[in-house]
Antibody, heavy 122, light 106 residues
């Protein structure tokens, strides 16, 4: 059973960089065939996809966040990470890591972490 | 960006009733659409993929239909555990989600 677990600071100061790590267990990032994503949910709101990384290191980011986002992978630790720079209060959200898999025709999120609340405040 | 619009925003029904949730895309997504269920304090759970296929372990009372721009999630007879927020999601170029439909107990 694949499990994902987010970790990182729950409080970040404005203008600083938000850094989170997702540790994957029960499966190897290096095995390929999956996209490893970050998704966030503002309090009481809907879901916003931030970006994904493939095991090879190729990335794709939401155009609205692209200038501030970096996603990286460490296959030796079976982890992938998110960095979001120049944060403001608008970046306060629950951040999820998730795995995207091929299901017949399309690609969808089938495993999710429990989510971690990150608050941006001085 | 493909925008997904869900309706209604809130649906109030009683256990045993039939629920019909809608999702409309701003442009065609073919059948590349999924539905997720989210309960308070939990991550979303994949219910339906490719518009009409139930994911592993999802009860038969959940069904999806549609293609192109108009999609429907139907819950044939509501169980108490079905009251939650439901999101549709497309994966045409990059993933986007609808704003959600809250299914609440009447």
């Amino acid at each position: 059973q694949v499990q994902l677990q987010e970790s990182g600071p729950g409080l970040v100061k404005p203008s600083q960089t938000l850094s989170l790590t997702c540790t994957v267990s029960g499966g190897s990032i290096s095995s390929g065939g999956y996209y490893w994503s970050w998704i966030r949910q503002h309090p009481g709101k809907g879901l916003e996809w931030i970006g994904y990384i493939y095991y090879s290191g190729s990335t794709y980011y939401n155009p609205s966040l692209k200038s501030r986002v970096t996603i990286s992978v460490d296959t030796s630790k079976n982890q992938f990470s998110l960095k979001l720079s120049s944060v403001t209060a608008a970046d306060t959200a629950v951040y999820y890591c998730a795995r995207e898999s091929q299901w017949l025709a399309g690609v969808y999120f089938d495993y999710w972490g429990q989510g971690t609340l990150v608050t941006v405040s001085s | 960006e493909i925008v997904l619009t869900q309706s209604p925003a809130t649906l109030s029904l009683s256990p045993g009733e039939r629920a019909t949730l809608s999702c409309r895309a701003s442009q065609s997504v073919s059948s590349y659409l999924a539905w997720y269920q989210q309960k308070p304090g939990q991550a979303p759970r994949l219910l339906i993929y490719d518009a009409s296929n139930r994911a592993t372990g999802i009860p038969a009372r959940f069904s999806g239909s549609g293609s192109g721009t108009d999609f429907t999630l139907t819950i044939s007879s509501l169980e108490p555990e079905d009251f939650a927020v439901y999101y549709c999601q497309q994966r045409s170029n990059w993933p986007t989600f609808g704003q959600g439909t809250k299914l609440e107990i009447k």
